[in-house]
């Protein structure tokens, strides 16, 4: 067996100085111990050390313990830079976790990093392009050949909500409703999803906009209208100076 509980509990150690850092420097000394292969895979086997079994403990899953501190920390991370407004450093984040999950560990994340990433953007400057790429790069839809297959669950709502959320913080509502629409059969939606699209709609209201009003009250408003033009008129022709004839 895999003693990981040393690669684990440095994890966490850098999960718990990210949380109380307000410099992105955490970050970046969390992602070279990620990319440090040899040091964070330094786990051997305790029955034999030959280098075949070395080899093979190596190619085998983490624990759960591994994976949740792996996680737990990345979304300190995507906070952190978002709050930051870091934009570039958001992907890195996700580029170096993903990475180092699929090739080094074989291991499944959670898809709520995605979520995560996507928020922490919607906090920057980045404009909805780069939002937009963040989906698409890592979701996968209903197609099980996609080349990153790393996550452990289909997105939920969480992940299309705060998507939905996102392209709305760049005007873009139409997209917003559209992608609701592409994805409603796929991912089983919330009541939240429902309260998101109506708040969006809400806010896309010009303050000072008429009501839509039905076909019967637009034909009392035109008729209104026209006696009240008419009766203007009438008016202003009694007003007129008396003018004597020739």
Same mark, same amino acid.
């Given at each position: ?65 591994? *994976?949740? #501190? ?8 995507? $906070? !952190?830079? /978002?709050? %930051?407004? &870091? ?12 990475? *180092?999950? #699929? ?8 898809? $709520? !990093?995605? /979520?995560? %990433?996507? &928020? ?31 996550? &452990? ?94």
């Amino acid at each position: 067996d895999c003693d990981w509980s040393v690669p684990t509990a440095q994890i966490v150690s850098y999960g718990a100085d990210i949380r109380s850092s307000r410099s992105t420097a955490s970050i970046k000394s969390f992602l070279v111990f990620l990319q440090g292969k040899n040091s964070l895979l330094a786990v051997e086997s305790v029955a034999d050390k030959t280098t075949s079994s070395t080899s093979a403990t190596n190619n085998s899953p983490p624990p759960q313990s591994f *994976v949740d #501190a792996i996680g737990d920390s990345t979304i300190q991370a995507l $906070r !952190l830079a /978002g709050r %930051a407004g &870091d934009f570039r450093l958001i992907f890195e984040i996700m580029e170096t976790v993903t990475t *180092v999950a #699929a090739e080094s560990f074989q291991m499944k994340l959670p898809p $709520r !990093l995605v /979520g995560e %990433a996507i &928020d922490a953007l919607s906090r920057t400057k980045a404009n909805a392009s780069k939002i937009r790429q963040m989906w698409t790069k890592y979701y996968s839809g209903n197609d099980k050949n996609k080349s990153l297959q790393i996550f &452990d669950s289909p997105f939920s709502a969480y992940e299309l909500n705060v998507m939905i959320r996102a392209l709305a913080s760049r005007s873009k509502i139409r997209a917003s409703i559209d992608l609701y629409h592409e994805q409603k059969e796929r991912i089983r939606c919330d009541s939240y999803t429902a309260s998101t699209l109506l708040r969006i709609l809400e806010q896309s209201i010009e303050p000072n906009q008429e009501p839509i009003l039905s076909i019967a009250d637009t034909k009392k408003k035109t008729t209104a209208t026209s006696s009240l033009v008419t009766s203007t008129e009438t008016t202003a022709s009694n007003n007129l100076p008396y003018q004597h004839l020739p």
